[in-house]
T-cell receptor, first 114, second 115 residues
Framework: AQSVTQLDSHVSVSEGTPVLLRCNYS??????LFWYVQHPNKGLQLLLK??????LVKGINGFEAEFKKSETSFHLTKPSAHMSDAAEYFC????????????FGKGTMLLVSP | GAGVSQTPSNKVTEKGKYVELRCDPI?????LYWYRQSLGQGPEFLIY????????DSGLPNDRFFAVRPEGSVSTLKIQRTERGDSAVYLC?????????????FGEGSRLTVL
């Protein structure tokens, strides 16, 4: 079975400062990992995905994440936060044996102050 | 439509009542998923359709929950004898490549409140 742990329920940053959202995973297999973002009253949107190619993955809106097998981590970063980045972010692991199950973390709410 | 559409966006019902939630996937997407998101939690998998058939219903919590997709497009999630613990946001997603790639397109959800 696979799982993800998001280490922070809330992260607060100032506009223009770096963002770090932490995620650790547990998987019996070589995992596929994703970050999704959920803005208020909007559907979940895929930010980026790791599927065993390059360990540094670039996503939309300037976000990127690095897969570190030795640390079982997949942290999400952005060099400079924008007000529009305020949202809830979910780290997700995919069931490698099939097509159906995405396992979501509990989410990290990113708050951006001016 | 351009995205996944879910109706109703909000539903308030009384304990013991029957509820139906509808999902219109992106046109041409063969895979359809239902997830449930409780307050303060990430979405939890309920059921997955490939075409008309339920390929994986292992996430349905009990036999009060049932979903159909009779023509391989629109899907309905049905909840019988609702309980207060069923209160959550029910999310629908569709894909043309399957969950393995992780690229699911989600609707905005149906918020169910059971009084």
């Amino acid at each position: 079975a696979q799982s993800v742990t998001q280490l922070d329920s809330h992260v607060s940053v100032s506009e223009g400062t770096p963002v770090l959202l932490r995620c650790n995973y547990s998987s019996s297999y070589s995992p596929s990992l994703f970050w999704y973002v959920q803005h208020p009253n909007k559907g979940l949107q895929l930010l980026l995905k790791y599927t065993s190619a390059a360990t540094l993955v670039k996503g939309i809106n300037g976000f990127e994440a690095e897969f570190k097998k030795s640390e079982t981590s997949f942290h999400l970063t952005k060099p400079s936060a924008h007000m529009s980045d305020a949202a809830e972010y979910f780290c997700v692991v995919s069931d490698p044996s099939g097509y159906s199950t995405l396992t979501f973390g509990k989410g990290t709410m990113l708050l951006v102050s001016p | 439509g351009a995205g996944v559409s879910q109706t109703p966006s909000n539903k308030v019902t009384e304990k013991g009542k029957y509820v139906e939630l509808r999902c219109d996937p992106i046109s041409g997407h063969t895979a359809l998923y239902w997830y449930r998101q409780s307050l303060g939690q990430g979405p939890e998998f309920l059921i997955y359709f490939q075409g008309t058939g339920a390929a994986d219903d292992s996430g349905l919590p009990n036999d009060r929950f049932f979903a159909v997709r009779p023509e391989g497009s629109v899907s309905t999630l049905k909840i019988q004898r609702t309980e207060r613990g069923d209160s959550a946001v029910y999310l629908c997603a569709s894909s043309n490549r399957g969950g393995r790639t992780g690229e699911l397109f989600f609707g905005e959800g149906s918020r169910l409140t059971v009084l």
